[in-house]
């Protein structure tokens, strides 16, 4: 350094009172400019040997320096962890998780304030690996009346697979008139009340805004055509509130879930997550009563748009709203609910324009973006199918799962209702008759079975009194034998043998007639056949089969035997072939005779064939 002094005209620096030699020992030695008495002259100067180089260090100099090292070692140390807690997110605290993830500090010194915070909105795009970069999850799901269903759908928070660190939960109850509000605080401080913090969710919102809703929450009124376009139009003022004032800049997406689903997917965030598009929904059906069908599409309002549909929204009013599933709104579309495959491809896509608000991700810059739920007819649609409508409109990508199901579940309507206190009391009916049927056949059974027995008790009992009487009868009669040789025992014995004998000799004598019977008739007709010329020879060709026998005889000129009272047999013999017969040894030697005079006519006609033949020859020729 050139140190040089500048000294003007007029008093000499030495030996005026503001001289730098003095003026140095007063400061400390630092350069000064002082200008002279009269103020006629400048000086500028430096002493040559500063008296701070060689004055001793003392304890504050010596404090500083220390403090300056500790806070050169806290950054470093500092600096150490953060680049630690980056590369392993095991080690970061749940507190600073949505400060390390989302965002950053600025390095100009103009953010180095504590109340102000900056958002790199660049990070929070979304991903199709949310869950490894830490995205966080805004699940919205507006409440009325949903007392019933909200123990069911806690119980599918806390099976969600997500990190649910990375979950904040809004929620907006309006137009309740049922408990809950209060038993949605209960379930929450239960949820948050986990022992493991990766089991509790990040930020809860809970708001309370009432719209009007004037239409019930039964199923009719709830899904009449009627109530359509006003209840849309309110639904979709209760999500653009809900959202509007739950979505935080730290939200990469928003997951609108209807409290009544009955079974969806665990991994059902990542799942949908994976396809990385901006507006996905799956595919809604709901189980039904066997007598129903089993099961059925529920939400029909995830479709493509179609020309009839087009045309049909040229025709209405500029207010009108379309709705799908009703007569009245022929559109023809094709519905995701019905393209359904229960073994098709879960991960198919199919390019949508409406979608339904059962279950709804989408990134978060769609909302960030302008695209709402329209409360008013966009498009001629609301609510759900007027954001498709809109997140279509604005090149956002809309994509449903035909084949991905969730089930939501089971409302009968009225008509269900009575249909099922029908099949109720038809059941119970049933069960009733059945009843009565096995009692009627158990008391039948229980009837037979003691009657039966007292009969066989009262009928063993009376034997044995008749044998005891039996035998004090017979021992009074008879004391010196027993009741097998009792008088009136032999007679019955010998009474039942005799008509057993009585009836094998008529049965004898029966067939021994029948046999007689026979004789008879053989004999009248060979002697019938003895009386014509040629018989014997027309009997011995009947007998070789060269003859047919003779046909049965005429009506009226039949045979016909009878026993008579004094047991002879009468022959019936309509043209007198055969001559009545009796039954006696008279009628047997008759026959005998008759039997001898029909041999010797047979003995005799063989002397008189051959003249016969020769003069029948003879007068043939």
């Keep these: 350094m050139n140190r040089h002094a500048y000294a003007g005209g007029g008093l000499s620096p030495i030996d005026s009172p503001g001289s730098p030699k003095n003026f140095f020992s007063a400061t400390g030695g630092r350069r000064v400019a002082t200008m002279g008495e009269s103020g006629r002259g400048f000086h500028i100067g430096v002493d040559k040997y500063s008296d701070e180089k060689y004055q001793p260090k003392s304890a504050r100099s010596r404090l500083q320096r ?77 409440l009325r009346d949903a007392a019933p269903h909200l123990p069911m759908f806690f119980s599918h928070l806390k099976n969600l697979t997500y990190p649910h660190n990375l979950i904040d939960l809004a929620f907006l109850v309006g137009d309740s008139k049922d408990d809950t509000a209060a038993l949605l605080s209960d379930l929450l401080a ?40 006003g209840r849309r139009k309110s639904m979709a ?67 493509q748009e179609s020309e009839t549909a087009l045309a049909l929204a040229d025709t209405l009013d500029e207010d009108a709203v379309i709705v799908e599933g009703y007569a009245e709104y022929a559109t023809w579309r094709p519905h995701l609910a019905y393209l359904r495959d229960p073994y098709g491809d879960p ?27 329209p409360a008013f007819s966009f498009e001629k649609h609301a609510e759900t199918e007027g954001f498709g409508k809109m997140a279509k409109r604005m090149s956002f990508s809309v994509v449903g799962l035909p084949h991905y199901t969730i089930w939501h579940l089971y409302e009968p309507s009225y008509e269900d209702i009575r249909h099922m206190e029908e099949l109720e009391q038809e059941r119970a009916a049933q069960e009733e008759a059945e009843r009565q049927r096995r009692e009627r056949a158990d008391r039948i059974q229980q009837d ?4 039966a027995m007292n009969q066989f008790e009262k009928d063993k009992a009376a034997m044995r009194d008749a044998v005891k009487k039996m035998k004090e009868v017979r021992g009074r009669s008879h004391p010196e034998e027993g009741w097998e040789n009792d008088e009136k025992f032999k007679q019955q014995r010998e009474e039942t043998k005799r008509k057993a004998e009585e009836d094998e000799a008529k049965q004898k004598a029966a067939q021994e007639q029948e ?56 022959i019936e013999d309509p043209l007198g072939e055969i001559k009545q017969l009796g039954g006696d040894a008279d009628a047997a030697g008759d026959v005998r005779a008759q039997e001898a005079k029909m041999q010797d006519a047979a003995n005799d006609q063989p002397a008189a064939v051959p003249q016969g033949q020769a003069g029948g020859g003879a007068g043939r020729s």
Excluded at 115 to 123: Q, W
Excluded at 347 to 352: A, G, K, N, V
Excluded at 448 to 451: S, V, Y
């Design 515 to 570: 046999a007689q019977k026979q004789k008879v008739a053989q004999a009248a007709a060979a002697e019938e056949d003895a009386k014509q010329p040629g018989a014997a020879p027309r009997v011995k060709a009947e007998k070789e089969g060269a003859l047919e026998p003779p046909g049965p005889p005429e009506k009226g000129s039949e045979i016909k035997m009878q026993r008579e009272a004094d047991g002879k047999v009468r």
């Design 237 to 303: 003022q209760a999500r653009n509130w809900l959202l509007s004032a739950a979505l935080r800049p730290t939200h990469s997406w928003v997951y609108w879930r209807d409290v009544d689903v009955e079974t969806a997917p665990f991994t059902i965030l990542e799942d949908l997550m994976r396809h990385n598009k901006d507006v996905i929904v799956p595919n809604v059906w709901r189980p039904l009563p066997e007598w129903l069908g089993g099961e059925q599409p529920y939400d029909l309002n995830s479709w």
């Design 66 to 142: 220390r403090r300056n090292s500790l806070l050169r070692l806290g950054g470093l140390v500092t600096g150490v962890l953060c680049v630690l807690m980056l590369i392993f997110p095991s080690l970061r605290p749940a507190a600073a998780l949505s400060a390390l993830s989302v965002f950053s500090m600025g390095g100009g010194e103009e953010f180095n304030i504590e109340t102000v915070r900056y958002y790199d909105l660049a990070n929070v795009g979304g991903t199709s690996r949310g869950w490894e970069r830490e995205e966080r999850i805004l699940l919205c799901a507006p």
């Design 190 to 229: 239960e949820l948050q009340a986990a022992e493991n913090f990766r089991d509790t969710f990040g930020e809860i919102s809970v708001l309370e805004k009432d719209f009007g809703q004037v239409v019930n929450q039964d199923v009719e009124s709830r899904h009449g055509f009627a109530a359509q376009a």
């Design 347 to 373: 991960d198919m896509e199919m390019e949508i324009d409406g979608v339904g608000g059962v279950s709804i991700l989408a990134k978060a810059k769609v909302f960030r973006s302008g695209v709402h739920f």
């Design 448 to 451: 037979f079975d003691t009657g």
